[in-house]
């Protein structure tokens, strides 16, 4: 009798696999920072904004007032800022499933990935809505104290 092999499919190295779970995971921390912002938006103070760094920038240069009604704004739209837990929950257990899938299929993994990023794109959105309506609220003079606090206010991004 003669013995027949089938042939093996490529695996794929395990290196590549760990750079996937390394940027998943420093992927869904985004999703969780900017998610953990917008949770904390009731608790924002003035001059004391700790949103996601382009909202608090913008935000922090308002005068006074506006601030206020701001962060009026985004306690009242805190559930439209708060990730669905249980489909970031799915997301993970679906990259994981890609990960492990025999044979490894890319395109799955990005797949979740691309769902990741349409998550983190509608957060920011609401979050750069909110910033927009606020700004349409603003006098003339307003929005010129505002453009001159924003001139003045170059701090260097945070470090990380």
């Known amino acids: 009798m003669s013995e027949q092999t089938t042939p093996q499919a490529k695996k794929t190295p395990r290196w590549i696999k760990v750079a996937l779970i390394v940027s ?13 912002a917008a949770l904390r938006a009731p608790e924002i103070k003035r001059n004391n904004l700790n949103g996601p760094e382009g909202v608090a920038m913008l935000a922090r240069a308002m005068p006074a007032e506006h601030q206020r009604e701001l962060r009026e704004g985004l306690r009242d739209r805190r559930e439209e800022f ?26 799955a993994v990005q797949d979740v990935l691309a769902e990741q990023r349409a998550m983190i794109f509608e957060l920011t959105t609401a979050g750069d809505n909110t910033v927009i309506a606020q700004i349409e609220k603003m006098s003339p003079q307003d929005r010129e104290n505002y453009i001159l606090r924003l001139l003045k206010d170059k701090r260097p991004p945070p470090r990380h």
């Open 82 to 107: 708060r990730p669905d837990r249980q489909e970031l929950g799915s997301l993970r257990a679906r990259f994981i499933e890609a990960l492990k899938a025999d044979p490894f299929e890319i395109e």
């Open 24 to 36: 998943v995971a420093a992927n869904l921390g985004v999703a969780g920072v900017i998610g953990g």
